[in-house]
């Protein structure tokens, strides 16, 4: 019988050493989905549930270096990015994967962790915007991200249609704007150009919300590289993070991470 091929994805982002987000939130969701995860480290935080206390972003020659290492020998079906702290690694980035066939480029633009500590530098958000977005297959902002990309303020569902045209006049063939507001319902407005189609869940009442970004962009890209058309690869993502956080088990005494292997483990009968 033949074996199911693994698909491998790579993902291009900072160091949680909590482990709720960034590359560690990411390899668990590869994981969790049946991918194969390769990694490539953009800066080291210092952080747990309670915040960010330390940064120290990579040089950009070695995620460069790191980039050359994993695509020249294991190669990807799928790239997710994720925190990009300044706009010479964004640079390294554009300029490196452009040496390569990329299938899919998810590019998650982190710019504020959970815990409110900033991550990315303003320089960096110019380069994101001219750079890196022309060539994503799909970004996924949450509201604020998207604002910070357009500066414009998003308050109602009619500027946020309107937001993520102007976000694709940028580039990406797609956008997820992920979240929806505050309160109500959390939606997530997805447009290809030509359709728009939001995906609404009920919004947990819990403090275990550390890296629900990462790892639904990095489902997403599990999906895709499967695949699988846009929509309903959000909707399975989607699924997979409410799952995740309905499952979440308490760590830390701050914004806890999700579990992100809910579906792997009964914690109920595990020794």
Do not use: W
Not at 5 to 34: E, H, M, N, R, Y
Not at 120 to 135: D, K, T, V
């Amino acid at each position: 019988m033949e074996s199911k091929k693994v698909k491998k994805i790579l993902s291009i982002a900072g160091s949680d050493s909590g482990a709720g987000a960034g590359v560690q939130a990411d390899l668990k969701t590869f994981a969790a989905l049946g991918a194969y995860g390769t990694s490539v480290i953009t800066a080291v935080t210092a952080q747990n549930t309670l915040g960010v206390t330390d940064l120290h972003p990579i040089p950009s020659s070695n995620v460069s270096s790191q980039i050359e290492a994993v695509l020249s020998d294991i190669g990807t079906d799928g790239i997710k990015t994720g925190m990009l702290a300044n706009h010479e690694i964004v640079n390294a980035v554009v300029e490196t994967l452009s040496k390569y066939d990329v299938p899919k480029l998810v590019v998650d633009p982190v710019m504020v962790s959970t815990t409110g500590a900033r991550l990315i530098a303003e320089s960096a958000i110019e380069s994101l915007r001219n750079r890196l977005l022309p060539i994503a297959d799909v970004i996924t902002p949450n509201v604020s991200e998207a604002e910070a990309l357009i500066g414009n303020q998003i308050q109602t569902m009619e500027e946020l249609r309107e937001s993520a045209k102007l976000i694709m006049n940028l580039g990406p063939k797609a956008i997820v704007i992920t979240g929806g507001f505050e309160s109500g319902p959390a939606t997530d407005l997805v447009y290809d150009g030509t359709e728009f189609k939001a995906f609404t869940g009920t919004r947990i009442n819990t403090t275990s919300t550390h890296g629900t970004g990462c790892t639904f962009a990095s489902a997403l890209t599990v999906l895709l590289a499967e695949g699988i058309d846009l929509f309903e690869s959000v909707s399975k993502a989607k699924r997979f993070v409410q799952l995740s956080i309905r499952k979440a088990y308490p760590i830390g005494t701050g914004k806890g991470p999700v579990d992100h292997f809910h579906n792997l483990i009964d914690y109920n009968n595990h020794t």
